[in-house]
């Protein structure tokens, strides 16, 4: 079993940036896909990006450019850089693993066996 804990959400202005982490106790996160949600208020959670056991990358077309999701093995953490930086990104943001064999990491959150509490993100205008 693992247990990500997600950290780095909070207050920050248009255009800025910030790094989200995504740190796990248990197994190691390299044995899974992992990916990043986003849930808005009054909204479904969305597909933001996901890092496959080989570190390839996937991307919602809106953070392509904008985001990068990265993976340090050694300290058993992914990230989510985040540039550019605007209102609509304002959402809780969650970090989730995928323990199945599959050859490529889901856009679906129901492919998704594991998952953080979620950390705050607000862009202000």
């Known amino acids: 079993q693992v247990q990500p804990v997600e950290s780095g959400g909070g207050l920050v202005q248009a255009g800025g940036s910030l790094k989200l982490s995504c740190a796990a106790s248990?197994?190691?996160?390299?044995?899974?896909?992992m990916a990043w949600f986003r849930q808005a208020p009054g909204k479904e959670r969305e597909f933001v990006a996901a890092?496959?056991?080989?570190?390839?990358?996937v991307y919602k077309d809106s953070v392509k450019g904008r985001f990068t999701i990265s993976r340090d093995n050694a300290w058993n953490t992914v990230y989510l850089q985040m540039n550019s930086l605007n209102t609509e990104d304002t959402a809780i943001y969650y970090c989730?693993?995928?323990?199945?064999?599959?050859?490529?990491?889901?856009?679906?959150?129901?492919?998704?066996?594991?998952w953080g509490q979620g950390t705050q993100v607000t862009v202000s205008s």
């Open positions: 989730a693993a995928d323990i199945t064999w599959t050859a490529r990491p889901s856009y679906s959150p129901g492919a998704y066996d594991y």
């Open positions: 248990g197994r190691t996160l390299s044995s899974y896909h």
């Open positions: 890092i496959s056991r080989s570190g390839s990358q």
